[in-house]
């Protein structure tokens, strides 16, 4: 069933349902399925089911047009490199290529650096009333882990960062212009951190992207090319900075708002992993992506026609009861086969193993110094965009 002229309502650029998305999730999963929003001319589903059968059918919902909603309206050309809006056999490519130098053993020797990140953040607030769990932390370990591994020197790191958070803002109410979201990869700064490494050869990311060679689809054995690594490092240094942000953030606030967890966390470290799994499904950093519809197709019985954008709503497939029992109570104890905050199929995010060591690492450094807090919510402030959703500030009393 579509739904466009019922009392049911979504919109990703209005604040009020961005604050609680939850309810409305939950009238879309049970009475639209398959919704339509007339003004804004996007469709959406929003089960378990249909978010993850949607991810992998590729051929039909298309990410070659961008995976943001004003992105694929806008009908720009999508640069070179960005391999999130790929499809294959161009993305398969591209992927190969990262997972040559995006590596499991490159991930895991970043752990020891991780808590050195945690233990300078942290340790002067030993003793102290509160520290902010998202700027003095969830903004910063991110920002030091992907800087270190692109080779930005760290009297940048901080306005690199900024720059990106500051581009993806959007004001209330109004779909912005696609130019808005992607001026946050206008960082010409970053020509210089190539040029830099080209001279500098260093055992970082940043030389891989230099240094590997591979087989393009002409066939032809190659470097890439000064776009191609540009895009690159620009995409993961966005993506690494936002979306492991928000997952601290939601840590401090699921944690300060649920303390029998929190202690249950205290007393077995051992939940931690799982509890990071719970965290990421209770609340998605990355709640909804965007396809284009290559193709006529039928969803629960309407036709979706050919140049319609389809939305993902991964965080509230993420609440589906049809997949999780009792989906709406946050438990670290929880069992957790997949949930869909990294996405699903092909276009699944390459920087989850990354994310979790981030997420469990600051968590374990957290409690390890305060095994208690609150929100100071008078003070913590959201921020808003049409990729991520979290806290910009989060301060917390101890």
């Not at 970053?190 to 590997?212: G, K, N, Q, V």
């Amino acid at each position: 069933m579509v739904t466009s002229k019922s009392d049911i309502y979504y919109d990703p650029y209005d604040f009020e349902i961005d604050a609680d998305p939850y309810p409305v999730f939950r009238r879309l999963r049970d009475e639209a399925p398959l919704y339509y929003n007339e003004s804004l001319d996007f469709y959406a589903v929003s089960r378990f089911a249909d978010v993850e059968s949607c991810s992998i059918d590729w051929q039909t919902f298309r990410s070659e047009r961008g995976t943001v909603l004003e992105i694929i309206r806008s009908g720009m050309v999508v640069p070179r490199g960005m391999f999130i809006f790929e499809d294959p056999p161009l993305h398969n490519l591209h992927r190969r290529l990262m997972a040559r130098v995006f590596t499991a053993r490159r991930v895991s020797v970043l752990e020891d650096r991780m808590r050195e990140y945690c233990a300078t953040a942290l340790d002067p607030f030993v003793g102290s009333s509160g520290f902010d769990f998202v700027r003095d932390l969830g903004a910063d370990l991110p920002m030091r882990v992907i800087s270190a591994m692109l080779g930005i020197p760290e009297e940048d790191q901080e306005a690199v960062r900024d720059h990106f958070d500051e581009g993806l803002r959007i004001e209330e109410g109004r779909a912005p212009d696609h130019r808005e979201t992607v001026r946050s990869t206008d960082t010409s700064n970053f020509a210089e951190y190539i040029s830099f490494r080209r001279h500098h050869p260093s055992d970082d990311l940043m030389t891989d992207l230099i240094e590997t060679t591979f087989e393009d689809d002409q066939g032809t054995q190659r470097h890439l090319d000064e776009e191609e690594i540009l895009n690159y490092a620009l995409l993961l240094a966005a993506a690494g900075n936002e979306t492991t942000t928000k997952l601290i953030g939601w840590t401090g606030s699921l944690l300060g708002a649920h303390p029998d967890q929190r202690h249950r966390l205290v007393g077995n470290p051992g939940l931690i992993p799982g509890a990071i799994e719970e965290i990421l499904r209770y609340e998605a950093p990355s709640p909804v992506q965007a396809r284009y519809v290559s193709r006529d197709v039928e969803l629960h019985g309407t036709t979706v026609p050919e140049g319609s954008v389809l939305l993902m709503l991964n965080a509230a497939g993420n609440r589906d009861e049809r997949q999780f029992a009792d989906p709406d109570r946050f438990d670290v104890e929880r069992t957790i086969d997949h949930h869909v905050s990294f996405g699903f199929g092909l276009h699944f995010c390459m920087g989850a193993a990354l994310a979790r060591l981030e997420g469990r690492v600051a968590l374990e450094e957290v409690l390890a110094r305060f095994p208690d807090w609150e929100v100071d919510h008078e003070n913590a402030e959201r921020v808003h965009t049409t990729t991520v959703r979290g806290w910009h500030r989060l301060p917390v009393l101890l």
